[in-house]
């Protein structure tokens, strides 16, 4: 049972490069997330997915794009990559929401450099 | 609009010392908060959470809705609780949960 599994772990671009990060959950959970961290920020929310088929924009969604694969996958991509979107990446995913209380199982992370 | 502040982001105390990390919250409803941590080369994980009431590696958090907060405590700091510490915030039937900036706990030996 791995939990939410992150690809790749790390990546450099150039900027104007695209590119797309991975994420799968094998816990049957509805609801995915896609978080930055960055320093002194804390964790601000991109886009998340409640559900297969739906799609929310977050805190910073400006500049990238997601899509609910299916239930297991969630994918985070960037058209063109910006030296301000360095940052580490987190997928995350839970039960839904209205179940009440339903914590966030995270990946291990995506350490993006953009230069 | 949903804000949670953890006003330190550095905060070293000496093992065996009492420690509390600091939270606020700015929500209009009931939340649903907890508290988060991330140690040195882990993913972030969940610490506890204020529905459960529960004390997890010695922590401990009381929501005090008058004062909009749910500081983490624990009576006595060890070495092993050296790490990363997030609050977090669910609106009340929302799917999104709204982070906190991080307070990185340090303890001395």
């Known amino acids: 049972n791995a939990g939410v599994t992150q690809t790749p772990k790390f990546q450099v671009l150039k900027t104007g490069q695209s590119m797309t990060l991975q994420c799968a959950q094998d816990m049957n959970h509805n609801s995915m997330y896609w978080y930055r961290q960055d320093p002194g920020m804390g964790l601000r929310l991109i886009y998340y997915?409640?559900?297969?088929?739906?799609?929310d924009k977050g805190e910073v969604p400006n500049g990238y794009n997601v899509s609910r694969l299916n239930k297991r996958e969630f994918s985070l991509r960037l058209e063109s990559a910006a030296p301000s979107q360095t940052s580490v990446y987190f997928c995350a995913s839970s039960e839904a929401g209205r179940q009440g209380n339903s914590p966030l199982h995270f990946g291990n992370g995506t350490r993006l450099t953009v230069t | 609009a949903q804000r949670v502040t953890q006003p330190e982001k550095l905060l070293s105390v000496f093992k065996g010392a009492p420690v509390e990390l600091k939270c606020n919250y700015s929500?209009?409803?009931?939340?649903?908060l907890f508290w988060y941590v991330q140690y040195s080369r882990q993913r972030l994980q969940l610490l506890l959470r204020?529905?459960s009431r529960e004390s997890i590696k010695g922590f401990t958090a009381d929501l005090n809705k008058g004062e909009t907060s749910f500081h983490l405590k624990k009576p006595f700091a060890q070495e092993e609780d050296s790490a990363m510490y997030y609050c977090?915030?669910?609106?009340?039937?929302?799917?999104?949960?709204?982070f906190g900036q991080g307070t990185r706990l340090t303890i001395n030996p």
């Open positions: 204020h529905i």
């Open positions: 929500y209009s409803g009931s939340p649903e």
């Open positions: 977090a915030l669910r609106g009340q039937g929302a799917q999104k949960l709204v």
């Open positions: 997915s409640a559900s297969e088929g739906t799609t």
